[in-house]
């Protein structure tokens, strides 16, 4: 039976569901792996996922053994001073590795413990952690292809504790990474991208931006970025930096790549005049993948630039969007569009996040019946609400709407 166990999940603090004393788990791996080795307690196990107090995720690491190839480690509570050590040696075939809850924080030793790794190709750190000493130390795995951090919402934090300067990337660094993560300041940032070893090859990149509490006058990191890395076709901002007259005018320099996604996730309003949206829309004739902070990361207005009389112009300009995430300001007047409408083609989701958190809507029915004329009929129609939202009858009408007018086109055209 064991060995028919491919996959593992171990998560949850299993003392607490059945009332077992907080070693009981423990010393229940451990007289498991007393009498097997970790090769012959799952001899065929691939994946490990581990989400569990520390001491139990210490132990699950005894299960560990060569034909693993993916391990995913994350501890359910705040120890600042827990470090976890993953058997390296017993990892020949690891291939991805995600490490959650903070547990490499400031911890280069046991970071730099992971370069023996000879197969990682894929390592997804905590969220703000892909800072220069970080990079440094990445820069001496051979395989690594990706480089990401978790891309679940948290608080921005500013760059203190984050200043020492590391050794620069050596020759030959990174030589197979596709996808780059870098996390700082603006003048951190700046300093990676001076690295002359720098990976400007990169074709996606993931920038997260730290507040700067140390130096008030901000480094011009998006001009570089464009000059440095010229074939990126991915592009993520988590934050907008400060150095930059206004939320478009960062988005502005990389309108010249030839994207095929873009991901933009801010506290700050998306705030576009007409003319700056026009811009953006029609810069994206290859965009596949478009995420204009549909989340919930804005909770008070001003909710931005767009409404839903903007989803006709990505509907007409950006023909092979396969997925749209947009916030939009639902208070607005939907005008009124004619069955001339150009659809969407290929768009799998529209995902309008929290773009009903918080607002009234002015108009359901015609909102709705834009939505009819616009999405495929195998689009996902996806949102978020707040729970007891006093909208949810006003959102259950618009739904109504929705179905019944994209039923009635979809027996038209029959």
Not at 158 to 183: A, I, N
Not at 342 to 368: H, Q, R, T
């Amino acid at each position: 039976m064991r060995g028919l166990v491919r996959h593992l999940l171990v998560k949850g603090e299993f003392y607490h569901s059945y009332n077992l004393n907080r070693d009981t788990m423990p010393s229940a791996l451990q007289y498991i792996l007393g009498t097997h080795s970790a090769a012959t307690v799952f001899p065929n196990l691939q994946k490990l996922y581990c989400k569990v107090d520390c001491n139990l995720l210490q132990q699950s690491m005894n299960l560990l053994h060569p034909g693993v190839v993916n391990l995913h480690v994350e501890y359910l509570r705040d120890r600042p001073q827990f470090q976890l050590s993953i058997p390296v040696r017993r990892l020949s075939g690891l291939v991805s590795l995600e490490i959650g809850s903070d547990i490499i924080r400031g911890d280069m030793t046991g970071l730099s413990a992971l370069h023996a790794l000879p197969c990682l190709a894929t390592l997804v750190l905590c969220r703000y952690t892909a800072t220069y000493p970080v990079l440094e130390v990445l820069s001496r795995f051979p395989a690594l292809k990706v480089i990401r951090t978790k891309a679940a919402p948290s608080a921005v934090p500013d760059c203190r504790g984050h200043h020492p300067q590391p050794s620069p990337f050596k020759d030959g660094s990174f030589r197979e990474l596709t996808v780059l993560t870098v996390s700082g300041c603006s003048h951190q940032i700046s300093e990676i991208l001076d690295d002359k070893n720098f990976p400007f090859y990169v074709e996606s990149l993931i920038i997260e931006s730290m507040e700067c509490m140390e130096d008030p006058s901000p480094s011009p990191v998006y001009p570089k970025i464009v000059a440095k890395i010229p074939a990126v076709t991915k592009l993520e901002f988590r934050e907008i930096m400060l150095d930059v007259s206004s939320p478009f005018a960062s988005l502005r320099p990389f309108l010249s790549y030839n994207l095929t996604e873009l991901r933009v996730e801010t506290y700050m309003a998306l705030a576009y005049t007409a003319a700056e949206v026009e811009e953006l829309v029609q810069s994206l004739s290859n965009i596949k993948v478009l995420s204009l902070d549909p989340g919930t990361l804005l909770l008070c207005p001003p909710y931005g630039t767009f409404t839903f009389n903007h989803l006709p112009l990505f509907a007409r300009h950006c023909p092979k969007l396969s997925y749209l995430g947009i916030l939009l300001d639902t208070s607005y007047p939907c005008d009124t569009f004619r069955d001339g409408t150009v659809p969407f083609s290929v768009l799998g989701e529209l995902n309008l996040g929290a773009s009903f958190w918080s607002m009234s809507l002015s108009d359901g029915a015609a909102a709705s019946l834009l939505l009819a004329l616009l999405l495929p009929n195998v689009c996902k129609l996806t949102f978020e609400t707040p729970d007891h939202s006093p909208f949810d009858s006003v959102l259950a009408k618009f739904l109504t709407d929705f179905v019944r007018n994209r039923t009635v086109r979809f027996l038209h055209k029959l």
